[in-house]
């Protein structure tokens, strides 16, 4: 039972492992770390999980040296402090009192949960954590598309809880309160909007004949 248990204590699931596997072959131990806590809500120093990868036998395949493009997973993110080491430091000017590192929530007047993902002046700076988790599993959200809680909860985050639809299904589910408190039902929801949003379209056409 305890075959994939570390010296840090912390026991290594199969999906973890695959993991650090998958994503170790673009990023460094120390980036890894960083996206490796966050995913699952650890606290592992990088020396820990470069320990486990050695350990199982999990390598890079990296000769040293970033491919031609490779944009590390940290640029833009100075400050930002990996787990077994100390923070990086602003060397000029001084922060803000409003200032919150990257990474860190807050909660909309919507109640949605955003994160911050970068630093700046900007609305844009802050992402939708259930569409950063969204887009862990399936890349980006497609243009004119939203991602919505399948059972109307703002703090499930579950994956299967997070569906994809068009704004126009959207409209439709808000216009005739077609998203439920159960994933399921929400989902069958969205094939009865698009039943509407055909049937729509249909007399539109019938009345320009």
């Known amino acids: 039972m305890g075959r994939n248990k570390g010296k840090s204590g912390h026991r290594y699931t199969p999906e973890q492992l695959d993991f650090i596997r998958k994503h170790i072959k673009i990023m460094t131990w120390k980036e890894l ?104 599993h399936n890349g980006s959200v497609p243009p004119g598309h939203v991602v ?12 299967d809880n997070l569906i994809l639809v068009s704004r126009a ?6 216009k005739n309160r077609l998203i439920q408190n159960d994933t399921e039902l929400t989902k069958t929801g969205i094939i009865i909007a698009d039943i509407y949003r055909k049937i729509g379209e249909r007399r539109k056409r019938e009345s320009r004949k």
């Open 33 to 136: 770390t960083v996206k490796f806590n966050k995913t699952y809500g650890t606290n592992l120093s990088y020396k820990a999980l470069a320990s486990a990868g050695k350990r199982y036998g999990i390598k890079s395949g990296r000769t040293g040296q970033f491919p031609k493009g490779h944009v590390p997973f940290n640029k833009g993110r100075k400050g930002i402090s990996y787990p077994g080491m100390e923070a990086t430091q602003f060397k000029k000017g001084r922060r803000p009192h409003t200032w919150v590192p990257i990474g860190a929530e807050r909660i909309t007047k919507d109640g949605y949960i955003q994160i911050k993902v970068q630093d700046g002046k900007f609305q844009h700076n802050w992402k939708g954590k259930h569409i950063i988790i969204w887009e862990e």
């Open 148 to 159: 919505i809680f399948g059972d109307g909860n703002k703090r499930n985050f579950d994956i």
């Open 169 to 174: 299904q959207l409209v439709i589910l808000n």
